[in-house]
């Protein structure tokens, strides 16, 4: 009879590839999105050979970061999940990382030296519970306690676009056309639709002032009568201008996404309208739960396993907001199929997931696995192959790396002011809130 081996998962390779991957020119209250975006691959072998990805964003602050943490992942074993963060505590962040309140490049709310380790580890951990559910044979949802369904729900994310990059300017094409106004979003969202069979819909706002924004809105529900949708300005609007829009369109939403910035000002929009607000800019650390919670400043929370720290924290979030009675859904970013797969995973283990989840993936056209992940209905099937089921191609890899190799810096940081001040030279990031 032969006895099964243990297997011998230490840590014994850490590989960090920075990379840059194409972005289309969508439009935010910031700016436009760069031609190429940076993100960040995490790989960890073991001594027995086992593999694991994780992937973050991959701007010069994060990358400053990944190389003390990687080292001093060697030698522990992929079950010490927990330890990450305790390791984490000792890299230290640079005091001028954090001295801007609000990390201005992601829309995501305050930028604490806690956050960038947080988006740190989420890499390194997602990558440690793939090379775990590889050793095991067990996929990543198991390893979180199971799946409670067989897909997850994403809702399609519209942005008001150029057609092209500005002329000149190196980027990769697409088909999917300007949209620029209430005509040009319905066709997005009917594109997405008959693409990818998407029934919920995701308007990125903040970039037209209220009325053309509130426009697109109605023309969106005549469109699509009865589906969810949703309208996030990124914080754009004064709280007089949200309770407003509230008044207008707010019986077409499903909820309205961070109409106005920081808690307060939510709460009192809450406070003056029945409209569901959600938000991925005033929660979006676990310190910033209390006064949110206890203010009823938001209805839904958009989680994001990068900057909560994980798929384990993100459940952890799940549970905080559970027993306050608020709803939890997921935020995106630009972001390729390694994160894709880690999202699905989180998202299948959730019990009271309501909302459809947010996801970047489909604008971009490059990745970095050997077969892309896929959506049919809207949804994004639940992987049960061992890990996160997911391949890298090592040879995407290195060519999206050979380009952030070949760049000069200039888009090595995401700066979407400084891409529309390409076409806009005058452009300066407006102040919030802005309408
Ligand atoms: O508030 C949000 O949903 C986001 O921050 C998502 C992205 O940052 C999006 O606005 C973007 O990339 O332009
Ligand atoms: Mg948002």
Known sequence: ?????????????????????????????????????????VEIVTADGTTGVGETYGDTKYLELAHPFAEQL??????DVNSLFVLLDEVSVAASRVEDA????????????????????????????????????????ALLGGKVRDAVEYSAYLFYRYAEHPEGVAAEKDDWGAALDPAGVVAQ???????????????????????????????????????????DPNGAWSVETSVRVAEEVGGLLEY???????TPAMAEVAARTGVPLATNMCVTTFPEIKEAFTT???????????????????????????????GVSMHSNTHLGIS???????????????????????????????????????TVRVSDAPGLGVTLDHDRLAALHRRWLA???????????????????????????RW
Request: with cysteine.
């Open 1 to 41: 009879m032969t006895v099964p081996t243990a297997r011998d998962l230490t840590v014994t390779e850490v590989r960090l590839t920075p990379i840059l991957v194409a972005d289309p020119p969508l439009l935010n209250t910031q700016g436009v999105h760069q031609p190429y975006t940076p993100r960040l691959i």
């Open 296 to 326: 009823d400043a938001v209805q839904v929370v958009l989680s994001d396993h990068h900057y909560w720290g994980g798929l384990r924290n993100t459940l952890h979030l799940a549970a905080v907001c559970r027993t306050f009675g608020v």
């Open 340 to 378: 894709l797969a880690a999202m699905t995973h989180v998202a299948a283990t959730v019990p009271d997931l309501h909302h459809a989840c947010d996801s970047h993936y489909l604008w971009q056209s490059e990745d970095v696995l050997t077969e892309r992940l896929t959506f049919e209905d809207g």
């Open 256 to 262: 309205l996404e961070d109409p106005t910035p920081g």
């Open 102 to 141: 609000v990390d201005v490049g992601g829309l995501r709310g305050v930028q604490t030296a806690d956050k960038l380790r947080l988006s740190i580890a989420s890499a390194f951990e997602v990558a440690c519970l793939d090379a775990l559910g590889k050793a095991l044979g067990l996929p990543v949802h």
């Open 407 to 433: 760049d000069d810096g200039a888009l090595r940081d995401r700066d979407d002011a400084a891409a529309m001040r390409i076409t806009d030279p005058a452009w300066v990031t407006p102040p919030v809130p």
């Open 189 to 231: 969202a009917r594109a997405f639709e008959e693409r990818y069979g998407f029934t919920s819909f995701k308007l990125k706002g903040g970039v037209f002032p209220p009325e053309e924004e509130t426009a697109a809105v109605r023309a969106l529900a005549e469109a699509f009568p009865g589906h969810p949708l949703r309208l």
């Open 74 to 79: 060697k030698g522990r074993q992929v079950t």
